[in-house]
């Protein structure tokens, strides 16, 4: 069993560990990095690996069935290097966000086919938590009755990447490099997540903005040109023809109050938790003898695969064929428009539609 990472930055070394952890007898490790100091780094931590100065380098050698390649790069390479490992007869695992654009995620997914290959994501992250699993099991349980809403708010007041956060990776700040701001950082995850419990078969952003709030520390030596805070209105249609509209707002900068709120709303009952990082309860709600009661229930992940292993061990069990959360191919596809609808719907004012498993269109209202 090999695997190739393609980057050896912040994201490649914790895809290593990972691999790591599976414990695979007899495992490959190779990594192709241009940055010689960033090959070093990851040689001191990671010395099993062969290293190569390019993803063609190292991807030259024939491939085996279930070779897989992890493309941990910034994202205006992915679509580039994910097409390359592809084509090389290899699965691919492609950091989140999968690509820049819709033309090149329908380019990619055409490429996976055309290869007989798997094209997963990396959004999977935070699936597979016991307290989605407790999430999950209450809106199938039909607990919550007619599901009509969900709440799907983050806002953080100072946590850009190129900035707060990891400031040496500047290129987070560059669309023209990362594909846009928070919406590329964390939509790929809070549509992993939305997508995942409503499993719906169209999306639609019926209103959508963008912005761009400044501080005195905003960078003027690199371009600066990413949305920090974003809100949209959307339409799940559910399989059974059922709506739930979903209050969705991102935020990695803004002057407003910093807070989250993550809710499904149904007509018998409630269940609010968590995704991320700030607790481990899952809060059910429903009615008791005409007032509000509320189970908590702590859900705390006690597996030895915390969620920074999640991509690489759900995407391993995909490839091995056993059941697995790994996001792939048409699904991949999907969230990732998802993103793209919203800027589409930001951008022009007219709202988008993705339906499963078709291009999106335009709505007409
Ligand atoms: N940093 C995080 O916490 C984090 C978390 C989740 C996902 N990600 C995602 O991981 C990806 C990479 O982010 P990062 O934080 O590791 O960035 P980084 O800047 O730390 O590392 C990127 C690495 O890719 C290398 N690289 C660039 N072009 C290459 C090429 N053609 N071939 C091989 N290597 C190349 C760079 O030299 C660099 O070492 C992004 O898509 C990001 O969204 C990052």
Known sequence: MRFYLIGAGVIGKT???????????????????????????????????RAFSSAEEMLAAPAADDDIVIVGTPPFTHCRLSRLALESGRHVLCEKPLVMNRAEAEELLAVAKAHDRLLGCCSVRFLGLPKMDEVKKLVQSGALGDIYKATFIYRGQRSRPGVEYQPESKWFLDRSKSGGGIVMDWGPYDFSVLNELLAPSSVEVAAAWTSKPQTQIDPTDTVYDVEGHVGAMLN??????????????????THGEAYHHVEIEGTLGAVRWSPYFESDEVVYTRDRNGEPESAITLAVNESEFGFMDHPVAFFYRKVKGETSQAVVNEQALFNFLCLQALYDCAETGKPQRIERGTRNVNVRI
Do not use: M, Q
Not at 39 to 49: K, Q, T
Not at 236 to 253: F, I, N
């Open 236 to 253: 799940y249609r559910l399989k059974d023809g059922k709506t739930v509209w979903v209050h969705y707002e991102r935020a990695s900068c």
């Open 15 to 49: 895809h290593a560990e990972a691999i790591r952890k599976l414990r695979i007898e007899g495992v490959e490790l190779c990594v192709a990095d241009p940055n010689p100091s960033a090959l070093a780094g990851f040689a001191e931590l990671y010395p099993e690996a």
